[in-house]
């Protein structure tokens, strides 16, 4: 990587600013802009944050250079906190009400918070009277009922993505001989199901590395409805709400085939 230095000239010129010109609006003089672009001076990081405000660069290429001369990124001040944009419960609802395909809201521990009726009816659940305990909408809770399993012809493969996040979440990492309380509560749920899927997830805990979920993934869902047929899904997840850790789990149909059974399943 460049030096600080030789970034912050190489962006003015980009921008065809003269040294003067960015003196100017940076409100230093000509000489310590001068000093700062031969690297023969280290502008204090409220001096180097006045250029870089003058020049007005993404947050991108602002960090980088902040980074290369020492400093930490300011992105916190540098408008509204990404952490209060997102969707409320409301606003959540509504967003998966408009989608054609499944839709719904999961919570950073895999707790549905929301979900559009499609979803509901490809599951086979009314969410306005059933698992209403939070516990109990973890999608690892339900995981080993044939209600539901029976129905994911790639189980092992949707079941350890839920391993993968449960193994290297970000506020610890869960162990089996160990879980966290609210863990241990969804492992109560979950070992309580059908022992065939017990001893396939136990298999999978063993084998499945831990993941570091992005703020854009992607897993693979095949599910057979009794009456539609088979479905496949490229289920992706975007986050929908930083402060409360909540994501959109958008299930899209891979083909023709998976959107004519879904077509099925929704005149049903």
């Known amino acids: 990587m460049a030096a600080w230095y030789e970034m912050l000239a190489a962006a003015r010129t980009r921008l065809d600013l003269s040294q003067a010109e960015l003196a100017d609006r940076a409100a230093i003089s000509l000489h310590t802009l001068k000093a700062y672009e031969q690297g023969r001076r280290h502008p204090s990081v409220q001096y180097l944050r006045s250029v870089l405000d003058a020049l007005k660069l993404d947050r991108t290429e602002r960090g980088q250079i902040l980074e290369a001369a020492g400093y930490a990124l300011d992105w916190q001040d540098l408008g509204p906190d990404p952490r209060d944009f997102g969707y409320d419960a409301t606003g959540a609802q509504a967003e998966v009400d408009r989608a054609s ?3 719904f809201v999961l919570s950073e521990f895999a707790e549905v918070i929301c979900a559009n009726q499609l979803v509901q009816r490809l599951w086979g ?3 306005r009277v059933e698992y209403t305990d939070v ?3 973890n999608l690892l809770s339900v995981a080993s009922n044939p209600r539901f399993a029976d129905r994911c012809e790639n189980w092992d493969e949707a079941v350890g993505t839920l391993v993968a996040v449960f193994k290297g979440h ?12 609210y863990f241990k509560r969804v492992l109560e749920r979950f070992m309580a199901g059908d022992p ?3 001893r396939r997830f136990l298999e999978l805990w ?3 590395p831990p993941a570091t979920m992005q703020l854009r993934w992607h897993y693979r869902v095949v599910w057979r409805d009794p009456a539609a047929g088979r479905m496949e899904f490229d289920c992706l997840v975007t986050t929908c709400n930083v402060r409360d850790g909540w994501a959109f789990d958008d299930w899209i149909p891979v083909d023709a085939p998976s959107w004519a059974a879904l077509e099925r399943l929704r005149s049903a």
């Open 125 to 127: 659940v009314d969410l």
């Open 101 to 103: 395909y499944p839709c």
């Open 135 to 137: 516990h109990d909408r």
């Open 170 to 181: 970000h506020r610890g990492n869960e162990a089996l001989e160990a879980p966290s309380p």
């Open 206 to 208: 063993e084998k499945v």
């Open 196 to 198: 065939r899927y017990v």
